[in-house]
T-cell receptor, first 114, second 114 residues
Framework: NAGVTQTPKFQVLKTGQSMTLQCAQDMNHEYMSWYRQDPGMGLRLIHY???????DQGEVPNGYNVSRSTTEDFPLRLLSAAPSQTSVYFCASSLRADSNQPQHFGDGTRLSIL | AQTVTQSQPEMSVQEAETVTLSCTYDTSESNYYLFWYKQPPSRQMILVIRQEAYKQQNATENRFSVNFQKAAKSFSLKISDSQLGDTAMYFC???????????FGTGTRLKVLA
C-alpha cells in the first residue's frame, strides 16, 4: 500500500493564481482531512470529509475549496492564492469517521505564495 | 472554543533518560479522544499513542506512556529510555466524539542528546 500520497511536494505560486493540491489514499479510508502547518501554530484543520460526497469546514476554511467525488481522492483547491496561504499542507485519512481513529498523514506539500 | 496547549516549545534529554512532555486541553465535552503524534525531521506525522477519555487506565506503547488526568484536563507523554530516533516535534491532539474535528497543539520540539 502506498498510504496517503500528496502531490506536488513543493510549489511556488504568484498571488492571485489558483491551483489544486492532490491527495489520494489507497486504504479505503472513510475519513479524509486537510491541515495547514505554520510555525508556532501547530496543525490547523482546513476541511474534512466523512465519506464520498460529504465535506465540511474545519477551523480555517476561507480561501480553500474541497470535493470528495471518490473514496480515494480529496483535492484541495486554492481559488486565488494569497501570501497568507504560504504554508505546509498535510492531507490525512483514517479508516472510519470515528474520533478515536488514528490518522495516516501524507508527506506534505510546501507551498510558497509570492 | 476547544483548545490544546503545549507549554514547552523546546526540550532536550540525554540518551537513555526519561522525559515528560506536557499537554493540557480545554473542552466542556466529556467524550473525546486524545492523541500524541510525532513529526521527525522527515516531516511525516506518525501516531505515537492514543487514549480514550472514558478509560481510566493510562495508555502505554512500549517506551511511551501517558499520564491522563481527566479532571485536570491534562495529557502528558512520558518517553522512557530516550533514543536518538526520538528527536522530533511532538504534537498533542484531541477530538470530541462525533465532531470529526481534530484540534492540535502547537508542538514541543524534543532533542535527544548523545
Amino acid at each position: 500500500n502506498a498510504g496517503v500520497t500528496q502531490t506536488p511536494k513543493f510549489q511556488v505560486l504568484k498571488t492571485g493564481q489558483s491551483m489544486t493540491l492532490q491527495c489520494a489514499q489507497d486504504m479505503n479510508h472513510e475519513y479524509m482531512s486537510w491541515y495547514r502547518q505554520d510555525p508556532g501554530m501547530g496543525l490547523r484543520l482546513i476541511h474534512y470529509s466523512v465519506g464520498a460526497g460529504i465535506t465540511d469546514q474545519g477551523e480555517v476554511p476561507n480561501g480553500y475549496n474541497v470535493s470528495r467525488s471518490t473514496t480515494e481522492d480529496f483535492p484541495l483547491r486554492l481559488l486565488s492564492a494569497a501570501p497568507s496561504q504560504t504554508s505546509v499542507y498535510f492531507c490525512a485519512s483514517s479508516l472510519r469517521a470515528d474520533s478515536n481513529q488514528p490518522q495516516h498523514f501524507g508527506d506534505g506539500t510546501r507551498l510558497s505564495i509570492l | 472554543a476547544q483548545t490544546v496547549t503545549q507549554s514547552q516549545p523546546e526540550m532536550s534529554v540525554q540518551e537513555a533518560e526519561t522525559v515528560t512532555l506536557s499537554c493540557t486541553y480545554d473542552t466542556s465535552e466529556s467524550n473525546y479522544y486524545l492523541f500524541w503524534y510525532k513529526q521527525p525531521p522527515s516531516r511525516q506525522m506518525i501516531l505515537v499513542i492514543r487514549q480514550e477519555a472514558y478509560k481510566q487506565q493510562n495508555a502505554t506503547e512500549n517506551r511511551f506512556s501517558v499520564n491522563f488526568q481527566k479532571a485536570a484536563k491534562s495529557f502528558s507523554l512520558k518517553i522512557s529510555d530516550s533514543q536518538l530516533g526520538d528527536t522530533a516535534m511532538y504534537f498533542c491532539a484531541f477530538c470530541v466524539t462525533g465532531t470529526y474535528k481534530y484540534i492540535f497543539g502547537t508542538g514541543t520540539r524534543l532533542k535527544v542528546l548523545a
